[in-house]
Antibody, heavy 119, light 107 residues
Framework: QVQLVESGGDLVKPGGSLRLSCAASGFTFSDYSMSWIRQAPGKGLEWVSYISSSGSTKHYADSVKGRFTISRDNAKNSLYLQMNSLRAEDTAVFYCARGQGRGNWFDPWGQGTLVTVSS | AIRLTQSPSSVSASTGERVTITCRASQGISSYLAWYQQKPGKAPKLLIY???TLQSGVPSRFSGSGSGTDFTLTISSLQSEDLATYYCQQYYSDLRTFGPGTKVDIK
């Protein structure tokens, strides 16, 4: 079955860096765009970043542009999010999700990985 | 970025009742709208895409309508397992955005 499993979440100090991974299985990963979406504790959903199926097109939310970098390795069926210059307000559960259709709705989602930015 | 607002922010209803949630976009988004259900402690789940297309496996008591700037998610007969927060999401813009969510409680 289609499955997405995130990893890499951790406690990191403000200004620090972290790399999240998302392992995909059960579908042809290279056929689909992917996104990262986050949810701060007790808050709503915030789309973070998008990458096309080939990796040639990337989009970022204004809140992370210049600090976060999305990438993928289609040979490894894996999606990544490199996060630099982390701030307290980046504390959240980060989900990876498969993009569907023109423009992208998201289905399915992974179970999420928690990133905590605190001194 | 396109801003989405949802109303109400929370609703409490009895099982069997009809529940309607509204999502309004700050500019026209055609039918590029999806709805998600998030149960406590779980990842979101897709319910509806293209404003009114029910995702496979989703119960038929869920339905969506609307286009342009005004959209509606309806639960025709609320069930106890529908306790969740519901989010709309636009994908008209490359900067995809979510609404703030509507929490549905069971009376």
């Amino acid at each position: 079955q289609v499955q997405l499993v995130e990893s890499g979440g951790d406690l990191v100090k403000p200004g620090g860096s972290l790399r999240l991974s998302c392992a995909a299985s059960g579908f042809t990963f290279s056929d689909y765009s992917m996104s990262w979406i986050r949810q701060a504790p007790g808050k709503g959903l915030e789309w973070v970043s998008y990458i096309s199926s080939s990796g040639s097109t990337k989009h970022y939310a204004d809140s992370v542009k210049g600090r976060f970098t999305i990438s993928r390795d289609n040979a490894k069926n894996s999606l990544y999010l490199q996060m630099n210059s982390l701030r307290a307000e980046d504390t959240a559960v980060f989900y990876c999700a498969r993009g569907q259709g023109r423009g992208n709705w998201f289905d399915p989602w992974g179970q999420g990985t928690l990133v905590t930015v605190s001194s | 970025a396109i801003r989405l607002t949802q109303s109400p922010s929370s609703v409490s209803a009895s099982t069997g009742e009809r529940v309607t949630i509204t999502c309004r976009a700050s500019q026209g988004i055609s039918s590029y709208l999806a709805w998600y259900q998030q149960k406590p402690g779980k990842a979101p789940k897709l319910l509806i895409y293209a404003a009114s297309t029910l995702q496979s496996g989703v119960p038929s008591r869920f339905s969506g309508s609307g286009s342009g700037t005004d959209f509606t998610l309806t639960i025709s007969s609320l069930q106890s397992e529908d306790l969740a927060t519901y989010y709309c999401q636009q994908y008209y813009s490359d900067l995809r955005t979510f609404g703030p969510g509507t929490k549905v409680d069971i009376k």
